[in-house]
């Protein structure tokens, strides 16, 4: 009997140990009291959600205004692109599909030469964060007395040449308005819209690739004449490395083409410092 009732108590407080340690007793009984298990329990995790929401109020959103001012007698038109103060840079500015470029400054000027009739361009901006503004411009131009007459109106004579290809490929286009008094509403090389122009000539710089290509010009003055000339070219593959060197077009004035000076064509291997941020507020990057 003695020996049971010392096995019983060594049982008892085995069972209890391990019941204190387990935490299956109850709350009255636990070790440092119900009061405090509370008080240190971990608050959880804000939800990746509510981060998501924080870094969008960040992003100042995009507003803008696009303004046209009177069009001229000969079709001209200045159109101002207006973006708040506390929007972001504009990172491009696409019109009717042709990219324009972006900008910092608070207000970006585009010439055009608006056509006879109605005419929309379409306007899309998208700034630093991707975020995008469109907006559409409608116009129509009254033809004036002479511009109902095709008859009266004076004829569009132009002329479209080249210059000798440099050793990388590089040609300047040259169009010439030899009308007497025809303004150019529109240029295209092979179906690109280059704008008009009210100078006597406009000069384009073109690199081309290697083999044959052949570039259409077509020009467009403002009673709707249009005037097409084809330019054919046979580049002969280059030695060294300038076979890789195809640099994106140009467009450069008549005055700006006359202080232009090329830089002589090299070989030379060059390297680049590359320093980049990657602290964005969306999408940060891992590896700048």
Do not use: H
Not at 103 to 125: A, H
Not at 145 to 174: H, Y
Request: glycine share 6%.
């Amino acid at each position: 009997m003695k020996y049971k009732l010392i096995f019983c108590c060594i049982s008892f407080l085995l069972i209890a140990d391990f019941s204190f340690a387990q935490g299956i007793l109850p709350s009255w009984m636990r070790r440092g009291g119900g009061s405090n298990e509370a008080q240190e329990s971990p608050q959880p995790p804000a939800k990746p959600q509510e981060l998501i929401g924080q870094k969008k109020a960040e992003i100042p959103k995009l507003l803008a205004e696009i303004d046209s001012g009177e069009i001229t007698s000969s079709g001209e038109t200045v159109i101002s692109i207006t973006k708040s103060p506390q929007s972001a840079s504009i990172s491009s500015v696409v019109a009717n599909g042709i990219e324009l470029g972006g900008f910092s400054d608070k207000t970006k000027f585009i010439k055009r030469y608006i056509p006879n009739g109605k005419t929309s361009i379409s306007f899309e901006l998208t700034d630093e964060f991707g975020q995008k503004f469109s907006k559409v411009l409608n116009f129509d131009r009254i033809a004036t007395v002479a511009q109902q007459k095709p008859d009266s109106a004076p004829r569009l004579l132009a002329k479209v040449t080249s210059s000798e290809m440099a050793t990388n490929g590089e040609v300047q286009i040259t169009i010439t308005n030899e009308s007497t008094s025809n303004k150019i509403a529109s240029m295209t090389v092979n179906g690109f819209e280059l704008g008009g122009f009210t100078e006597k000539s406009k000069v384009i710089k073109r690199y081309l690739p290697v083999g044959k290509t052949n570039l259409a010009v077509e020009v467009t003055d403002e009673y709707g004449q249009k005037f097409t000339q084809n330019l054919a070219f046979d580049r002969s593959t280059p030695s060294g490395t300038d076979q890789y060197a195809q640099m994106p077009a140009q467009v450069i004035t008549s005055q700006e083409a006359q202080s232009f000076k090329f830089p002589p064509p090299t070989t030379k291997k060059v390297a680049a410092l590359v320093i980049g941020n990657s602290n964005y507020v969306m999408s940060p990057l891992a590896n700048s």
